[in-house]
C-alpha cells in the first residue's frame, strides 16, 4: 500500500509545538494571562506569514476571551453607561489596529515582532506588583476616613485613551489589558472586578472586530486556526485545576520568562 506523500507534514514536529503551545496557552490566559507569547511564536513556526501568523492568533484566542465578559456580566450592568462607551472605544481602536497591520509589510512587521514581544513582556512583568500596589491603594481610599464615593471618571479622556491602547491590541495587542487597567485607576477606579470587568468589554470588542475583518480579509489560515481554537478552550477548561496546583507567582514567573525568551529569540534569528 503507497503512503500518500503529504503525510509526513502532518506529522512534522510543528505541529506538535503547536497544539502543546495552544494548550498552555489556553491555561496562562485562563488564569496568568500572556498566552500569545507562547502561541504567536507556534503560529510563525508553521511557516505562516508574519501577519497571517498574527491574524491566526487573535482569532484563536478570540473566543475564550469573549466568554470572560459573561463572568463579568454584573459588574458590566453596574457600569454599563462607561462599558459601553469603552465597547465603543474597542470597536474604533481595534478596527483601526487591524486595518493597519493588514497593510504594513510582512518584511517591516516581522522586524517589529521582538519588540513587541519584549515591550508587552516588560508591561507583564510590571503588572504584578503594580496591580498589588493598584489594589492596596483602592482598599485604602475605601477605608477613609471621609467615607466620600469616588468621583465618576471624565468619559472622553477614558474614551480616546482606551481607542489609542484598543489600536495596538487590533495590531498586535499582548500585555494591553494591564495598560487598560493602570488607566481606569488613574481616572480614579478602585474595584478590582469592576476594572476587569471594563478592560474585558474593551478588549473583546477590540479583538471580535479584527476578527471579522481578519476573517473577511482572508488573512487566517483556518487548519492552524482550528487546532489552536479547540485546544486553547481545552486548556483553559482545565486550567482550574492547574491554578490550585501551581502558584500563581510560579505562572507569572513562568509567563514572563517565556516573554522575554521569545523575544531574544526573534532578536537573534533576524539579525
Known amino acids: 500500500m503507497t503512503?500518500?506523500?503529504?503525510?509526513?507534514?502532518?506529522?512534522?514536529?510543528?505541529w506538535l509545538w503547536l497544539t502543546v503551545?495552544?494548550?498552555v496557552a489556553g491555561v496562562l490566559n485562563a488564569v496568568a494571562g500572556g498566552g500569545s507569547f507562547l502561541l504567536f511564536p507556534a503560529m510563525l513556526s508553521m511557516k505562516m506569514l508574519p501577519v497571517q501568523a498574527n491574524a491566526t492568533n487573535t482569532v484563536a484566542l478570540w473566543p475564550g476571551q469573549f466568554t470572560s465578559v459573561f463572568a463579568y456580566r454584573d459588574d458590566v450592568r453596574r457600569n454599563l453607561h462607561l462599558a459601553t462607551i469603552m465597547g465603543?472605544?474597542?470597536?474604533?481602536g481595534g478596527t483601526a489596529g487591524a486595518i493597519v497591520l493588514l497593510n504594513t509589510p510582512q518584511q517591516t512587521f516581522l522586524h517589529l515582532?521582538?519588540?513587541?514581544?519584549?515591550?508587552?513582556s516588560m508591561i507583564f512583568a510590571l503588572s504584578g506588583p503594580v496591580s498589588r500596589r493598584l489594589e492596596r491603594s483602592s482598599k485604602a481610599r475605601r477605608k477613609g476616613v471621609d467615607g466620600s464615593a469616588p468621583h465618576p471618571p471624565h468619559?472622553?479622556?477614558?474614551?480616546?485613551?482606551?481607542?489609542?491602547?484598543c489600536f495596538y491590541v487590533g495590531y498586535f495587542g499582548a500585555g494591553a489589558g494591564f495598560v487598560i487597567i493602570t488607566l481606569l485607576s488613574l481616572f480614579g477606579f478602585q474595584?478590582?472586578?469592576?476594572?476587569?470587568a471594563l478592560k474585558v468589554v474593551s478588549t473583546t470588542m477590540a479583538n471580535g472586530v479584527a476578527f471579522l475583518i481578519f476573517v473577511f480579509d482572508g488573512q487566517v489560515v483556518w487548519r492552524y486556526c482550528l487546532l489552536a481554537m479547540v485546544t486553547c478552550a481545552i486548556g483553559g477548561y482545565t486550567s482550574a485545576r492547574f491554578a490550585r496546583m501551581i502558584p500563581q507567582?510560579?505562572?507569572?514567573?513562568?509567563v514572563i520568562f517565556i516573554g522575554f525568551a521569545?523575544?531574544?529569540w526573534f532578536f537573534w534569528k533576524i539579525r
Open 113 to 120: 515582532v521582538p519588540w513587541l514581544l519584549l515591550v508587552a
Open 3 to 14: 503512503i500518500p506523500s503529504s503525510l509526513p507534514s502532518y506529522m512534522d514536529w510543528h
Open 191 to 196: 474595584d478590582m472586578h469592576e476594572m476587569n
Open 88 to 92: 465603543l472605544a474597542g470597536l474604533l
Open 21 to 23: 503551545a495552544a494548550f
Open 262 to 264: 521569545m523575544s531574544a
Open 249 to 254: 507567582k510560579i505562572l507569572r514567573g513562568a
Open 155 to 165: 468619559r472622553l479622556p477614558v474614551f480616546l485613551l482606551t481607542v489609542v491602547v
